[in-house]
T-cell receptor
Framework: NAGVTQTPKFRILKIGQSMTLQCAQDMNHNYMYWYRQDPGMGLKLIYY???????DKGEVPNGYNVSRSTTEDFPLRLELAAPSQTSVYFCASGLGQGAHEQYFGPGTRLTVT | DAKTTQPTSMDCAEGRAANLPCNHS???????VYWYRQIHSQGPQYIIH???NNETNEMASLIITEDRKSSTLILPHATLRDTAVYYCIAARGGSNYKLTFGKGTLLTVNP
């Protein structure tokens, strides 16, 4: 199993541009999550999904959108990128429903200038 | 979810046990204690979790006080590869399982 994969690894955006961060998992996990981590800080939850077709906001959802059309994929969309969205983005997945472990991807480092 | 408090940093000699404390004095009865770690620039990695009882796996041991207001993660024989930020998180398990990461403890294992 590849686990949780994220693309791209690095990206530089200009202010106002849009992009989609890709996340995929091959563990048949129902739960998927998007976090962001600013320098020197812990992770903050952006959005999460408990299954295909179901998404919900986390702690910091503004400026982002998600969709979950399949169990495997959970893309994160940034519309009108702003410098405040410069961060490292981590995708994670888990079985949910009482299972405790979350598996994290390697992250996408995004810079908005 | 209950707030957790951890020291900002700790040092440990290679081969010795690393004991990482965490305070969670407002933890509720249905909240678990989770430990994750993040090696530089990588995604966080699950280590262990517990509710009331002490737990042990191949990576670490988790000691939870009887009143559940604090816990200690123990790495029995720390290696240089254990240098990482360690996060202690209190969260409900089950179908609404979301993690809130604080700043964690930077553990530096020295040769």
């Amino acid at each position: 199993n590849a686990g949780v994969t994220q693309t791209p690894k690095f990206r530089i955006l200009k202010i106002g541009q849009s992009m989609t961060l890709q996340c995929a998992q091959d563990m048949n996990h129902n739960y998927m999550y998007w976090y962001r981590q600013d320098p020197g800080m812990g992770l903050k939850l952006i959005y999460y999904s408990v299954g295909a077709g179901i998404t919900d906001k986390g702690e910091v959802p503004n400026g982002y959108n998600v969709s979950r059309s399949t169990t495997e994929d959970f893309p994160l969309r940034l519309e009108l990128a702003a410098p405040s969205q410069t961060s490292v983005y981590f995708c994670a997945s888990g079985l949910g429903q009482g299972a405790h472990e979350q598996y994290f991807g390697p992250g996408t480092r995004l810079t908005v200038t | 979810d209950a707030k957790t408090t951890q020291p900002t940093s700790m040092d440990c000699a290679e081969g010795r046990a690393a004991n990482l404390p965490c305070n969670h004095s407002t933890i509720s009865g249905n909240e678990y204690v989770y430990w994750y770690r993040q090696i530089h620039s990588q995604g966080p990695q699950y280590i262990i979790h517990g509710l009331k009882n002490n737990e042990t796996n191949e990576m670490a041991s988790l000691i939870i006080t009887e009143d559940r207001k604090s816990s200690t993660l123990i790495l029995p024989h720390a290696t240089l590869r254990d240098t990482a930020v360690y996060y202690c998180i209190a969260a409900r398990g089950g179908s609404n399982y979301k993690l809130t990461f604080g700043k964690g403890t930077l553990l530096t294992v020295n040769p």
